[in-house]
T-cell receptor, first 114, second 111 residues
Framework: NAGVTQTPKFRILKIGQSMTLQCTQDMNHNYMYWYRQDPGMGLKLIYYSVGAGITDKGEVPNGYNVSRSTTEDFPLRLELAAPSQTSVYFC?????????????FGPGTRLTVL | AQRVTQPEKLLSVFKGAPVELKCNYSYSGSPELFWYVQYSRQRLQLLLRHISRESIKGFTADLNKGETSFHLKKPFAQEEDSAMYYCALSLLSGGYNKLIFGAGTRLAVHP
């Protein structure tokens, strides 16, 4: 199993451009998450999904959109990129929603907006 | 509000020395706590969870509800323990597993 995969690994955007960060998991997990990590800070939840067709906002959703058309894929869309969105983005998945369940993380995408 | 605090950004020790990475949390309910680790060029992964009361790679962590702490300890550090360590508080919120992360502590173990 590849686990959780993310593409691209790195990206530089100009202000106002848009892009999609891809996330795929092959563990048949229902729950998927997008986090961002700013320098010196912990991870903050952007959006999450409890299954195909169901998504909801996390702590910091502004400037982002998501969709979940399949169990495997959970892309994150940035519209009108801003310097404040410069961050490392992590996708994660888990099998259950239980508080003791493990979240499995992707390798991250480092995004710079200039 | 729920919060996780890791007061040290960097902890630097020599090989064989004891290690304690501090984690304090703020939560009025019954906490579920985890330690995640990120080794160089690897992805974030679960190290241990308090409910399992396990020892992983020689690390242990005890939940102290009185002090609202979940410090990570290892009696003898190894160079391969060098990594970023994140303490996380798990809550069930709106039907999903919400993880609140601390800012992380970088552990550097020197030969």
């Amino acid at each position: 199993n590849a686990g959780v995969t993310q593409t691209p690994k790195f990206r530089i955007l100009k202000i106002g451009q848009s892009m999609t960060l891809q996330c795929t998991q092959d563990m048949n997990h229902n729950y998927m998450y997008w986090y961002r990590q700013d320098p010196g800070m912990g991870l903050k939840l952007i959006y999450y999904s409890v299954g195909a067709g169901i998504t909801d906002k996390g702590e910091v959703p502004n400037g982002y959109n998501v969709s979940r058309s399949t169990t495997e894929d959970f892309p994150l869309r940035l519209e009108l990129a801003a310097p404040s969105q410069t961050s490392v983005y992590f996708c994660a998945s888990s099998y259950l929603a239980g508080s003791t369940d493990t979240q499995y993380f992707g390798p991250g995408t480092r995004l710079t907006v200039l | 509000a729920q919060r996780v605090t890791q007061p040290e950004k960097l902890l630097s020790v020599f090989k064989g020395a004891p290690v304690e990475l501090k984690c304090n949390y703020s939560y009025s309910g019954s906490p579920e706590l985890f330690w995640y680790v990120q080794y160089s060029r690897q992805r974030l992964q679960l190290l241990l969870r308090h409910i399992s009361r396990e020892s992983i790679k020689g690390f242990t962590a005890d939940l102290n509800k009185g002090e609202t702490s979940f410090h990570l300890k290892k009696p003898f550090a190894q160079e391969e323990d060098s990594a970023m360590y994140y303490c996380a508080l798990s809550l069930l919120s709106g039907g999903y597993n919400k993880l609140i992360f601390g800012a992380g502590t970088r552990l550097a173990v020197h030969p």
